[in-house]
């Protein structure tokens, strides 16, 4: 495989960040101020039709393994594929990305053959005192079809272990690592094992961390579905690009539409899924930047 092209780089005066064009991947987003947001391994394979492991992937047109538990690749097909740049603005404010990718873009019809359908999907990133991403899927065909969808965002933190993720409390989910369903959180999340759970739920989520001295807000908006995963010790030694010691410098907290939520979309109809994330300064950090 030959290498993957330099991403592309974005700034404003609030922020900078980074794309690249296989896959709209976002792979970097750094608040002025802030220390860096979006986690990347630093041993991932930058190679064409290979996936990146961090920043923001787009899972399309399923999740994981899909509804059947059997598709490849995981995840779905348009997080190594190129997408298309439509276009690109900056301001003082903030720097915004268009991106667009439709059927065509599959080469292989093998792949094609798992997902039979037409479509048009649109991606805007926008850089600036927040991280701003929108997902718009728009049904081309003449027939009605189901997909699933993620924005799977790997969020830095000081140590997994030490964090708490406010929000989710009451909301029941999926267990993947005991196979459970119907669970209900019951107060803040705190990891302290093997984490991979989809939850019920449309909320605003906070990903307090002590260590770094922040928070992490993230709301969603057409996004039924939120997912927290961290593989922990023994995992990740078992993922070479993750690692013995990296598990522990991230967490994963996705934007979703998956399993009971995948969307429906009959033809002509657009379906749209945003995800925010903001950076708050916990009270008395002492790394904390003046205002």
């Known amino acids: 495989m030959s290498e993957l092209p330099a991403p592309r780089r974005f700034s404003c005066r609030h922020a900078t960040g980074l794309v690249h064009d296989q896959g709209a991947q976002v792979v970097d987003w750094i608040p002025t101020g802030h220390a860096p947001v979006l986690w990347l391994s630093p041993s991932t394979a930058l190679e064409r039709g290979r996936p990146v492991r961090g920043g923001v992937p787009i899972c399309f047109p399923w999740f994981a393994e899909g509804p059947s538990g059997d598709l490849e690749p995981k995840h779905g097909f348009v997080r190594t594929l190129p997408?298309?740049?439509?276009?690109?603005e900056s301001s003082d404010h903030e720097a915004v990305a268009v991106y667009r990718f439709t059927e065509e873009?599959?080469?292989?019809?093998?792949?094609?053959?798992?997902?039979?359908?037409?479509?048009e999907a649109e991606y805007v990133v926008r850089f600036g005192p927040e991280l701003e991403l929108e997902l718009s899927v728009?049904?081309?065909?003449?027939?009605?079809?189901?997909?699933?969808?993620?924005?799977?965002?790997?969020?830095?933190?000081?140590?997994?272990?030490?964090?708490?993720?406010?929000?989710?409390?009451?909301?029941?989910y999926r267990?993947?690592?005991?196979?459970?369903?119907?669970?209900?959180?019951?107060g803040p999340l705190e990891p302290a094992a093997e984490t991979d759970r989809v939850y019920e739920s449309s909320t605003e989520v906070r990903v307090v961390d002590p260590v770094l001295g922040r928070a992490l807000r993230i709301r969603k908006r057409g996004s039924a579905t939120t997912v927290v995963w961290n593989p922990w010790a023994e995992k990740a030694a078992g993922l070479p690009d993750v690692?013995?010691?990296?598990?522990?410098?991230?967490?994963?907290v996705e934007g979703a539409n998956v399993q009971g939520n995948a969307v429906h979309l009959e033809p002509e109809e657009t379906h749209t899924m945003g995800y925010r994330v903001a950076v708050e300064t916990l009270p008395g950090d002492p790394g904390a930047s003046p205002a």
């Not at 997408?83 to 690109?88: D, G, K, L, R, V």
């Open 83 to 88: 997408w298309e740049m439509q276009s690109f």
């Open 105 to 119: 873009g599959v080469p292989d019809p093998a792949l094609r053959a798992l997902f039979p359908h037409r479509f």
């Open 138 to 172: 728009t049904n081309t065909d003449e027939h009605g079809f189901d997909f699933e969808e993620a924005l799977h965002a790997y969020l830095v933190v000081g140590d997994v272990r030490r964090i708490r993720i406010e929000g989710l409390d009451g909301a029941r």
């Open 175 to 186: 267990d993947k690592v005991t196979d459970r369903d119907g669970c209900l959180q019951e």
């Open 243 to 252: 690692g013995a010691d990296g598990w522990s410098g991230f967490v994963c």
